[in-house]
């Protein structure tokens, strides 16, 4: 396991030079079964798995979960190594941001809708980190989840932008057998507040079967979901209804869409998503 | 000579798999003795010498000079032949910046002052720019003047705080016989006015003196320059002493610090500096 940069380059670089390709998975931590996934087809492209653990201090609000996030680092280890992973890194956050530490990187416009409204420094946080550890393991490829849709958009987008050599891959959401959406923050949910928060994936799955069926108005598949949402009395904090790459608004008919949620049940906040294609 | 981002990876991957050191020498073109000596220093310490030219529009305020920025680009790049340079790269605008393109690099606080106050969009842009430059090139080495010296201040955090696997190098300034620091903009002064930008050298050379026979108030020191800049009725934009490292104000006493000098000849900013140190 390395703790340092100097560490997690030496063990890369040494990959590298043997001409293994190098993949990355960044988590914050609290390993589930979508992580695995991640992890899994990492493994299927890469010569080299790495997986970063580090719950990144400047992506969460000042009064978010910062403090609470869930850290269960020797099962986290332990599961990266079940999982046949090669390289953990686990740096601290002084290591990241080191003293005089200043340097920001925003994708504007989408980084301030959606998400970005309800958690304004969010998407910098994570494009900032995100970067550094790009730079720091030069992978050819890494792997997020299609669960933070939007944040698997903003990251492309940043990618492309600056020209930074690897391959984002988004990997599809892993849900319990009821439909719920995997995500480290479901442990926060009591019993009820699960009951409730199963509602996004309901109302998700409902706007798909309409969708099945032929309805193509965005704003009859937002009713859906949010007829679901109000129904279990979550709090919502959007549905909206986006084009897949640019997450710009969808009016009326679509011929593809990405659906978006976020809600809240109790302190907790779930996002969920239902991409929907000719294909789908 | 590359045009495209992928011609110039091209080149860059052949010299690479040859084991050659890469180096790269980002300009915005018009080149003059002070480009060629970081591409000498360049030569010097790398294998493959990559120059970029290219006038990046989003360093450039809505009021500046970008339209008349100078471009004798078939001068640069015999230039560049002359002096040994493997690539240039030399990319269109839309190369750069396709069709929705939206991320920003800032280095925050040491971006906002001095120059930054002049400028308010401008360190954005030249970070932005200058980490694409990277991540196109991959270069081991990157060389800037001196001359520009926030910028190199600046450079030197974004890539320390991004963990971007580059070595940036400053090289010192490069002056005319009379002591006129090189800058592709003097093109702009009439004779009048290069006579009365010099007195920026002059003020500066004046502070040197000063500091050699032990004068160590950075008051004193920056006042010496202000003397010489308003003999001449030059403008002042700013005239400023602080740490080299940080750029953080100096006041009193001081055993190491830079003069940092801006003023107006004309439309023509005219940008210089000192680092005044013990070993001076």
Request: some cysteine; charged content about 25%; proline content about 5%.
């Amino acid at each position: 396991m390395a703790r340092t940069i100097e560490e997690v380059r030496r063990a890369v670089g040494a990959a590298r030079r043997e001409g293994r390709v190098v993949g990355l998975v960044p988590t914050l931590g609290a390993l589930h079964a979508g992580h695995f996934s991640l992890i899994e087809r990492a493994r299927e492209e890469c010569g080299l798995v790495v997986v970063s653990i580090f719950v990144n201090p400047t992506q969460f609000g000042p009064d978010e979960d910062f403090e609470r996030y869930p850290r269960p680092f020797e099962k986290d280890v332990a599961g990266c190594e079940g999982h046949g992973v090669d390289a953990v890194f686990a740096p601290e956050a002084a290591e990241m941001y080191p003293e005089g530490f200043c340097t920001e990187v925003q994708v504007k416009g989408l980084g301030s809708v959606l998400e970005g409204e309800f958690r304004p420094a969010h998407f910098a946080g994570v494009c900032t980190v995100v970067l550094k550890l790009l730079q720091i393991v030069q992978p050819e490829v890494a792997y997020f989840g299609e669960k933070d849709y939007q944040q698997l958009v903003i990251l492309e987008q940043m990618v492309r932008d600056l020209n930074v050599p690897v391959r984002i891959v988004g990997c599809a959401t892993v849900r319990e057998q009821d439909g719920m959406a995997l995500s480290s923050r479901n442990a926060y949910l009591s019993a009820e507040e699960r009951a409730r928060g199963l509602a996004i994936a309901h109302g998700l799955r409902a706007a798909e079967a309409a969708w099945k069926s032929g309805e193509r108005r965005a704003e009859t598949l937002c009713a859906l979901v949010r007829q679901e949402l109000q129904g279990a009395e979550l709090e919502i904090d959007y549905v909206a209804a986006a084009e897949p790459e640019t997450l710009k608004p969808v009016e009326g008919a679509c011929g593809k869409c990405v659906l978006l949620v976020a809600g809240r049940a109790g302190r907790t906040r779930l996002l969920d998503n239902v991409i929907l294609s000719p294909e789908v």
